[in-house]
């Protein structure tokens, strides 16, 4: 029987690869012509838009980032694409109120005191939580007890007694600033409770009476609305007497704002304002000596440029903190800015600092720097290491892991196959007329090709993510859309398995956060989740600031939702989401601590799950470089913040090499599994054993299976010369795309870009650009000579050696698919088992990812590990995941990585000299 279905297997394979290879070619004519016909329509609706072209430099970058920070739900509202299906879900959420108003103020804290009078007098009935009521409730007596700290700060005791002991150390740390008058930057990694940090010093303050002040002056926290209200509830549980006021429209203040400042000044209290709210009321807060100023999420002002860069630094006291778990995400010139405002000076003028530091780190830091350079590179991040050390506090959660007991994380890059309408629209968009000018040698280095390149980037990301997306774009407002298949998940590789995750997760009863760039792919993501009756709550820019601290109190504290949808930027940033133990970030962003953020809202103190993230690539596609570029600049920052002796394993890249679509290599492997192939994830050691025992339980079997498989390869090999011309038509006609790409024919004038309809592309450059890229610029290198020499050399590249290869790949995935409709259930399983079994044999096993998983082991570890694998299995088996790398190894692992390649390629090198020896004799 079993040789019958094997038999029956291999055949309608083969079929349906000549099959495959017959309908190659005239795929690929339609492909061009699918795809022109809407890239035309895209060009067409660019063209519209000519004089904008020029805009974009002049916008400012910090009005970009902060616009989700300062639009009311309306304003947001109102920018959101029409897009059919997606009836919003209400959400039913009530307010944090803020002490603006003097009345809810008073009545607030008149409501604590009774409290903790209850409390005290062994009442546990309380009417308001906060930690003095708590830590009487836990049987200790005094709330008014205090921790004196050396030079007199009083800590009480209340809070002290719950900090962790790294938590001490910060708060003796601001202490020590405090009395040196210096600013400093708090740098915990995310989670791990820099804002409680924060407010326990500020309560010491509050309750030393000492200094100018005598006690705690009136201080301004700015921060990113989204966690204004989250800094609201976390004062008024860990410090309720202390007064905190919102400055913004969703604030409980009503009228002048001048009057809430007056007021919030002169009783000593601590003014919560938005970046954007600072900038727009700078006048009124300069004209105050205020006694501290912290920006929490600090990172936002690491552009020097920027309008609130410049405001925060005329504020004039010398206790300026700034808080962020990221201080360094994409250059060295962020780091320096940083410094700049907290300790002005120290790291010298930004030219001086560009010039002696940045460039020789950043240089020496490629892989094909020259020895010269690396060791150059090494002595200066060891010398900026020293001078910044004194006033940065850094720990990270492997540091503190004994104290905090965080469960295990696992986290994965998943490489996902385009759909064959993305591939389709991937290739047709990349010899469209937009890209052709990009890369067109004629076209000089300057301002509109800057924004060639975005636009050229941001839409190939639209596509990668669905479809959709930028067939909506293309679209002519009058057309119709399909709401039946508009968003459908099968029509995007990554969606489809969002779609499969969330199935197996519901089984597993875990909930999830979804992270997005982009508003319209929440809006489609959403859509999928209303229409298979996930339950779900949602945030991003339209959801209103005040109303955004309860969404997420709602999530957490309601295990009825099961998907928390956000947009990267928006909900990635601060929140706490514990109630979700699996997330999903389904598109990169250039910054890497952007998705590092998001991944931390539910790795963190408080969570008592094990977490598994995914990050989402699209294999081959414009994703897969960004990840690169994440891996690169992490690098970086931890060459300056960790560890000055890391190195790095990848090379400058070219701008040609962002606009191509490259195919899996002979192992089946993305460009980026095979640079870090050493760090691929298999499937759990158990269930394989398992399945051999079952798979290979007859040794005759086997052997038959082997007999079969001969007679089928002669049989191929038979065919294997109708294979190769149709392989080499193939390679020809891809030659021929590529040189169309390359050399396009004489055009016409290139099409005409709407920068600021596209929201997407409003990155800074410098996000984009390599490090290298910034800095060869910087020092006013010749760079358009170099971006020339990129191109031409990549007109002569030979690029398409892979193409038997991704024919013979095509093959493969094609039949695997459509083999199924041949079977009976029966036979299905059994070709389901040996598909499963082959998967997971082409798949290594992972050596370096014991390193990163800590020692303890419980029995809700095992039931992740082993959820983990079975969701690995099912996506490497059905929905089209190619690769999977584990993140941490990725990032964790370069330099063994460098090592492993240095020590195949030698070994590579020693066996051609033997034969060479050999054929020489
Ligand atoms: N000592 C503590 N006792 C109890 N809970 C704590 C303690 N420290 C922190 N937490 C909790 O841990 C969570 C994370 O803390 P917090 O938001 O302050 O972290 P953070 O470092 O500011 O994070 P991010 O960088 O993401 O903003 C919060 O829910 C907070 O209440």
């Known amino acids: 029987m079993v040789d019958v279905i094997i038999n029956k297997y291999l055949e309608t394979q083969l079929a349906l690869a000549k099959q495959k290879l017959i309908t190659k070619s005239s795929q690929d004519d339609q492909i061009s012509q699918k795809s022109k016909v809407a890239a035309g329509r895209i060009s067409k609706k660019q063209n519209k838009n000519k004089k904008l072209q020029d805009a974009q430099h002049k916008t400012d970058s910090i009005e970009n980032e902060d616009e989700e920070y300062m639009a009311s739900s309306d304003d947001e509202e109102l920018r959101l694409p029409n897009l059919p299906g997606t009836s919003r879900a209400k959400q039913n959420i009530r307010k944090i109120i803020d002490d603006g108003d003097t009345q809810l ?131 008024h549980f860990w410090s309720p007497s202390l007064r905190v006021s919102v400055l913004h429209q969703a604030g409980s203040h009503c009228g002048n704002h001048h009057k809430l400042i007056r007021n919030l000044f002169e009783s000593h209290g601590v003014l919560l304002i938005t970046y954007a709210g600072l900038v727009k009321y700078a006048k009124d807060l300069q004209s105050r000596n205020w006694q501290y100023i912290i920006l929490d999420e600090g990172h936002k002002i690491r552009n020097p440029e920027t309008q609130v860069s410049k405001f925060v630094r005329k504020f004039d006291t010398p206790h300026k903190l700034l808080i962020t778990g990221s201080p360094m995400q994409n250059s060295l010139q962020e780091l320096w800015s940083l410094f700049d405002f907290m300790r002005p000076g ?65 986290e994965q890059v998943l490489f996902c196959a385009l759909s064959h309408e993305q591939r389709d629209l991937y290739m047709g968009y990349l010899m469209s007329g937009t890209v052709r000018s990009i890369l067109d040698k004629d076209n000089k280095f300057g ?57 197996i997760w519901q089984k597993q009863g875990h909930r999830s956060l979804i992270f997005t760039q982009s508003r319209a792919m929440l809006c489609i993501l959403e859509q999928h989740l209303q229409r298979h009756q996930f339950k779900y709550l949602r945030m991003d820019g339209s959801v209103s600031v005040s109303q955004r601290q309860s969404l997420i109190k709602t999530f957490n504290e309601n295990a009825e939702y099961l998907v928390f949808l956000a947009t ?101 492997d993305t460009e980026t599994a095979s640079l870090f192939k050493h760090t691929k994830i298999t499937i759990n050691d158990k269930n394989k054993e398992k399945d051999k025992i079952a798979l290979n339980s007859s040794k005759k079997k086997i052997e038959t299976m082997k007999k079969l498989a001969k007679e089928i390869s002669k049989k191929i090999m038979k065919s294997s010369e109708t294979k190769l011309q149709h392989a080499e038509d193939a390679r020809e006609i891809y030659r021929k795309k590529r040189d169309m790409v390359l050399n396009p024919p004489e055009c016409a004038e290139s099409p005409r870009i709407n920068i600021l309809d596209d929201k ?162």
């Open 568 to 668: 990267t930027r928006v909900g990635g940033l601060g929140i706490n989401l514990t109630g979700a133990d699996r997330v999903i970030i389904y598109d990169p962003d250039w910054n890497p601590a952007t998705d590092n953020q998001a991944k931390e809202r539910a790795w963190r103190i408080g969570q008592e799950r094990d977490v598994t993230v995914y990050r989402l690539l699209s294999a081959g596609t414009i994703e897969e470089k960004i990840y690169q570029r994440q891996i690169f600049k992490n690098f970086l920052s931890n060459r300056i913040l960790i560890d000055p002796n890391q190195k790095n394993v990848l090379t400058t890249s070219t701008l040609q090499g962002l606009f191509t679509l490259e195919d899996l290599n002979c192992d089946g």
């Open 760 to 921: 997407e592309v409003n990155v800074p450059f410098e996000n984009v650009m390599s490090e290298l890229d910034i800095i060869n610029q910087h020092a006013k290198n010749d760079y358009e000579e170099n971006l020339m020499k990129i191109l031409n050399k990549a007109k002569t590249e030979e690029t398409c050696s892979k193409d038997v290869i991704n024919i013979n790949h095509d093959i493969q995935t094609k039949t695997n698919i459509n083999v199924s409709k041949f079977f009976s259930k029966d036979d299905k399983k059994n070709i389901l088992k040996r598909k499963h079994s082959e998967s997971k044999a082409e798949i290594e096993h992972l050596v370096g990812i014991k390193k990163v998983k800590t020692k303890k082991k419980n029995k809700d570890a095992d039931k992740k590990l082993s959820d983990d694998d079975y969701v690995l299995a099912k996506l490497f088996a059905k929905a089209g995941v190619k690769n999977a790398l584990h993140h941490d190894v990725v990032i964790g692992l370069a330099e063994k990585e460098k090592r492993l390649q240095m020590k195949e390629e030698a070994a590579l090198k020693a066996k051609k000299a033997i034969r060479a020896l050999k054929f020489s004799s």
């Open 105 to 235: 103020y008073n009545k607030r804290v008149a409501k604590w005191r009774k409290s903790l009078s209850d409390a005290v007098s062994g009442n546990s009935n309380v009417l308001y939580m906060s930690a003095d009521i708590q830590y009487i409730l836990d049987g200790n007596k005094d709330p008014d007890a205090n921790q004196e700290l050396q030079n007199g700060l009083c800590v009480p005791k209340y809070i002290w007694k719950q900090l962790y002991k790294y938590q001490r150390v910060g708060v003796k740390w601001l202490w020590e600033l405090h009395q040196t008058q210096s600013g400093g930057l708090l740098g915990d990694e995310m989670g791990l409770g820099k804002t409680v940090q924060i407010i326990a010093f500020l309560s010491a303050l509050a309750n030393t009476n000492r200094g100018s002040h005598e006690g705690l002056g009136p201080s301004i926290i700015v921060a990113p609305a989204t966690v204004i209200f989250q800094w609201v509830s976390h004062f």
């Open 447 to 503: 301002d509109p090709l800057r924004a060639r390149i975005l636009v050229g980037l941001s839409t190939l990301r639209k596509i990668c993510n669905h479809p959709d997306i930028y067939l909506y774009e293309a679209l002519d407002e009058a057309q119709e859309i399909n709401e039946e298949t508009f968003g459908h998940w099968k029509r995007s590789g990554k969606m489809s398995v969002v779609h499969s995750l969330l199935k």
């Open 346 to 410: 120290l790291l010298g003028t930004h030219s001086a600092f560009m010039e002696h530091f940045a460039v020789p780190i950043t240089q020496g830091g490629y892989a094909n720097a020259t020895d010269m350079q690396e060791a150059t590179a090494l002595e200066i991040a060891k010398a900026l290491k020293a001078i910044i050390t004194p006033y940065m506090l850094r720990r990270t959660k492997a540091e503190v892991q004994e104290h905090i007991h965080l469960p295990e994380k696992n």
